[in-house]
């Protein structure tokens, strides 16, 4: 499972590899409600580089800040996942 994971991980785009770490890390909570040792653990197991995609995503996440509230999907009630 890791080495399909891995070749996914290396024909990712940027953007996508940043998706991922937040779905990831939300899910963590559903095991390990706070930012614990255990938790980051947990998100280490399924993304070795989580450490990475954290740093890149708290150095630019405010630039997304906003971004879903104010598009059209959530205006207009589509789902984004469809």
């Not at 290396?10 to 930012?35: C, G, W």
């Not at 040792?37 to 995609?53: A, N, S, V």
């Not at 708290?58 to 205006?75: M, Q, R, V």
Request: proline residues 5%; charged residues 25%; hydrophobic residues 35%.
């Amino acid at each position: 499972m890791r080495e399909v994971s891995s070749l996914r991980q290396e024909h990712q785009s940027p953007l996508m590899r940043i998706v991922d770490y937040i779905v990831v890390h939300e899910m963590a909570h559903m095991t390990e409600k706070n930012h614990t040792p255990e938790f980051w653990h947990i998100i280490g197991l399924i993304l070795p580089d989580y450490e990475t995609r954290k740093e890149w995503l708290d150095k630019n996440g405010k630039y997304f800040s906003g971004w879903i509230e104010n598009s059209n999907c959530l205006k207009n009630s589509i789902p984004i996942y469809d």
